[in-house]
């Protein structure tokens, strides 16, 4: 497939990323994980091409984890098929969100991410991996953060490299410095097809609520996304308050 300068573009933002949070290491094994949209497939992509400022000196795998929605199947093949013209090795994990459910009383969104996640924590242990890559983009960073601070009451987003089990894996987001918006325009031009798993919660869920209310803001004025993204690494700590001495909430 022929590189577009779009592709380019986000590759050289792609491995600034990389350098800048020591995301990947000479001899890591890093699992992509797939979701059959846009975002993840791009990932993949970018993983998959040769690396000028960072290391190439890695293994590079695939996973989707099935929790039972009605498209999966299809997404799976696919999803394959793309693995298999870029030499990724594929991985498949079997899950179900309905038992998830009806286990314990929590947001399926909740319940799915954290699910997935150590699904593939387990793949990590049996393939030797060590790196989980996702494919948050910048507007996903700043989403979270917005989400954070209506809904949780803090300032923060996503660590874009985030150890865990005393460093044993690292969740990584290369992707933080990339819009959505150029992701969505090189999936258009190179005629890659994202992929719906069918998931009924998709349109129900916070994040899509903050969603659709960033979408007003930036028609507002389409300077504040960039603000917002630009708020997450110039913070004022000086100019925000200190923990009350006593209960200040209603």
Do not use: W
């Not at 491995?15 to 995301?23: H, K, S, W």
């Not at 998830?100 to 991410?113: A, D």
């Not at 996640?117 to 989403?143: K, M, P, S, T, W």
């Amino acid at each position: 497939m022929k590189e577009s300068k779009c592709f380019l573009n986000m590759h050289k933002l792609f491995e600034a990323a990389i350098a800048d949070y020591g995301m990947i290491m000479p001899g890591d094994h890093v699992i992509a994980g797939l979701s059959g949209g846009k975002d993840s497939s791009m990932l993949l992509r970018l993983l998959a091409r040769k690396k000028v400022r960072t290391t190439n000196d890695f293994r590079l795998s695939a996973a989707f984890i099935k929790m039972g929605f009605s498209n999966e199947e299809s997404v799976c093949e696919a999803l394959k098929n793309m693995c298999e013209g870029l030499n990724v090795p594929f991985f498949t994990i079997q899950k179900s969100l309905t038992e998830l459910m009806e286990r314990e009383k929590k947001q399926p969104c909740y319940l799915c991410s954290r699910t997935r996640r150590l699904a593939i924590f387990d793949l990590a242990d049996e393939i030797g991996a060590n790196v989980i890559a996702f494919g948050h983009h910048r507007d996903d960073f700043i989403q979270t953060f917005m989400m954070n601070l209506f809904c949780n009451g803090s300032i923060e987003a996503m660590k874009p490299n985030n150890p865990f089990f005393d460093g044993k894996y690292r969740i990584i987001r290369p992707m933080v410095y990339i819009k959505e918006s150029s992701i969505a325009a090189e999936t258009q031009n190179s005629g890659i097809q994202p992929l719906d798993t069918g998931c009924s919660f998709s349109h129900v869920s916070e994040r899509h609520f903050i969603r659709e209310k960033l979408k007003e803001i930036y028609a507002h004025n389409p300077k504040m996304r960039n603000n917002i993204f630009k708020a997450l690494y110039t913070p004022k700590t000086d100019f925000l308050l200190k923990t009350p001495s006593v209960d200040v909430l209603d």
